[in-house]
């Protein structure tokens, strides 16, 4: 016995099929870091004279500036958020 095998050409309706099978899932979404626009030079896009994204504060934590200031330096979550700060600075400089 053979296999029913056929030789004509797949039809619209199995194309699309197969298409959408091997559509890829949409990638997440990526979520915007909060040291969007930060450089070397210029603070985050999200920094304000009301405070700053890496210490939280009303003062500039900025690492390639002022840093941080020895009262930060106990709090968990600024030396973090500074951390990730250079991460990012690193990151641009190598792109």
């Known amino acids: 016995m053979t296999p029913d095998v056929s030789t004509e050409a797949p039809t619209e309706k199995t194309a699309k099929r ?7 899932p949409a990638p997440a979404p990526k979520q915007a870091s ?14 304000s004279v009301d405070g700053c994204v890496v210490s939280g504060k009303p003062y500039c934590s ?22 990730q700060a250079v991460k990012y600075l690193k990151r641009q400089a190598l792109a």
Do not use: I, M, Y
Not at 18 to 24: D, H
Not at 62 to 83: I, M, S, T, Y
């Open 62 to 83: 900025h690492p390639a500036k002022g840093g941080l200031q020895a009262g930060d330096l106990g709090n968990r979550e600024v030396v973090e958020r500074f951390q």
């Open 34 to 47: 909060p040291f969007a626009g930060l450089t070397k030079t210029e603070c985050a896009k999200g920094c």
């Open 18 to 24: 197969k298409k959408a099978k091997r559509a890829k």
